[in-house]
């Protein structure tokens, strides 16, 4: 039993952080009334599934563990409530144990059952926090961007299309079906007394038969399978949903419209959506089976950067989740509008800032077909067209320098690639170099990844040894060098006088090509910069603190054009690479100048390696 201490309310109980800040007064005046100040002696037993749960707590001081099956499975320390789920289950999943000196408020279970079901955000919160699936809700950013999500409704989560089998099937052969769809559980349709009635199939159903001492070849899936199943409506919101699962202990819901089954939303699905849409649009794009379904996915990707934008994500974990998501769409893509035959005998590659993982929102397009020696395709015009102009519809503009696979210069033979490239290497063509630079950052997204390997290694050849070329190529980092009078504007902002910055040309150009032009020196396979930079740095190419500070430097330009990019989004306005000084606040200004400093210091190591000045 608790010592217990208090019956009296300190004002020290955090209504001002989630998930109470989320009740209404009359709940808070509620909670009041109701709490006691309670302590538990380090190692007590607060909690075992053999008693009942009468009581939720929220700690003031001290830690409890949570042990399941003799392992800790949380950690619990001030501010931090638990018993939630027990309370509103009827019963402790594990054992909760004070792990020192512990003080805490004690609810009463009535009153956190009365808070859970009058307030359906408060229990979104509640059971998100306790399901583990989700990061904790710290900020009160956060827990509005969280609540909006927990309040859409079921239909526009992802809900898995339903998939049927008759009741009357033996195992051996639904398992068969299922392997065929790539699914791991099945609805059943099946009749009893006369009467139509729906059930579930899942792997844990399977488990339990296989223990069975009938073979499953003999087992009928509706001997095995749930019929008790927890439906909602499709206009439920996602908090219902979670709360019914919960209080159910079901992985999986049915969502009905009417009497129609929509499908099937499960708990992973609904958690990764509330969590971050990556997972769902990588599962949209996977099971796309017609041009709107994928377009649906690939609509989906502003939404989910800026969600991970204002959630606090570091962009260079947003440009490499975007960049992975990108490629499943355009790869899947291409298996849709061109035949077999083609996507087998040809590489499809992005390039660009693309290639190199670092577009985070839909800027242009900068791809490419290379195609087998020998291999002629009916089908390559339209399919290419096809390909260009369904991505214009999902949110990709064309490229300006028509750098695309309709032109082609950039769908050819493996052999006329190879040409070209030693005309951008030796030829007159003042967009030579650039053409070689996009092309050196291509990235292999779907067909026969040798090709692009073999035009690569073909171009690494071609410029071996070949110094002045790569002095040639690496001058172009001073193309856009930044006016001595940057460093006196950025330090103060003077009354009246607003410049504009451009984040690529000062910005993200002179770092990301200076790093290229020493990748094709050193033959580097990486394609990224920060991957660039790291090989070269730990090959001892460039210093471990200059590649740091690049790196840091990078991916500080990045986030402010990012978030440029997203409030020009939101005012409806074209993205571009400009940004007003003012717009910026003092500590940006200052990381800013940090950062063209190293800019500076790079752009220098790169006069001296590469001999410019001379």
Known sequence: MPDHLSDHFSEDFPFHAPPFDALSP?????????????????????LTPDADPLHVYVLIKGHVQQLEAGEVVAVYGPADFFAFRAVMAGRASGVLQALDEVEAWQMPGTTARALISGNALFSALVFADLSRRLSAVAESRKSREFLSLMMVQ????????????????????????????GLGNALVRDTQDGVERIGMFT??????????????????????AQFTLVSLSADAELSEALLAMIRHRVHRVLVREGDEILGVLSQLDLMSFVS?????????????????????????????????????????????????????IFARLWSFVAPAELVANSCLIVMGSEGRGEQIL?????????????????????SVQRFNQALITFGYPPCPGNIMVTNPLW???????????????????????????????????????SLLRQARDYAHSSMAGSDA????FAAAVDQFSAPGGWWTRLASLRAGDDPVFDLKKLGTFPIVHGVRALALEHRLDEVGTTARLRTLASRQHIAQDLARDLTEALHFVMGLKLKNNLHQKQLGQPLDNLTQLSSLGTLDRDLLKDSLAIIKRFRLFLRLHYKLDA
């Open 276 to 328: 971050n849409h990556s997972h769902l649009i990588a599962l949209q794009v996977e099971q796309a089976s017609t041009f709107e379904e994928l377009q649906r996915a690939a609509l989906q990707m502003d939404s989910l950067i800026a969600l991970l934008h204002s959630g606090g994500a570091r962009v260079e974990l947003i440009a490499s989740l975007v960049s992975e998501l990108h490629q499943q």
């Open 154 to 181: 079921v239909r526009d989560a992802y809900i898995r299309k339903p998939f049927f089998v008759d009741g009357s099937l033996d195992l051996v052969s639904v398992c068969r079906l299922l392997k065929a769809q």
């Open 26 to 46: 009359e709940q808070q005046a509620l909670v009041r009334g109701s709490l006691r100040r309670v302590s538990f002696p380090k190692d007590a037993v607060i």
């Open 411 to 449: 769908c050819q033979a493996l052999t006329g690639f190879k040409d070209s490239i030693r005309q951008w290497l030796y030829g007159a063509d003042a967009d030579g170099p650039m053409n070689l630079a996009i092309f050196m950052d291509a990235r292999a997204v779907a067909g026969d990844a």
């Open 469 to 472: 070329f790569f002095a040639r």
């Open 362 to 382: 839909k800027t242009d397009q900068d791809n490419a077909l290379l195609l087998r020696d020998g291999y002629v395709c009916g089908e390559l015009d339209r």
């Open 203 to 224: 792997t844990t159903d399977l488990r339990d038969a296989l223990l069975r001492d009938v073979p499953p070849a003999q087992l009928t899936v509706r001997d095995v």
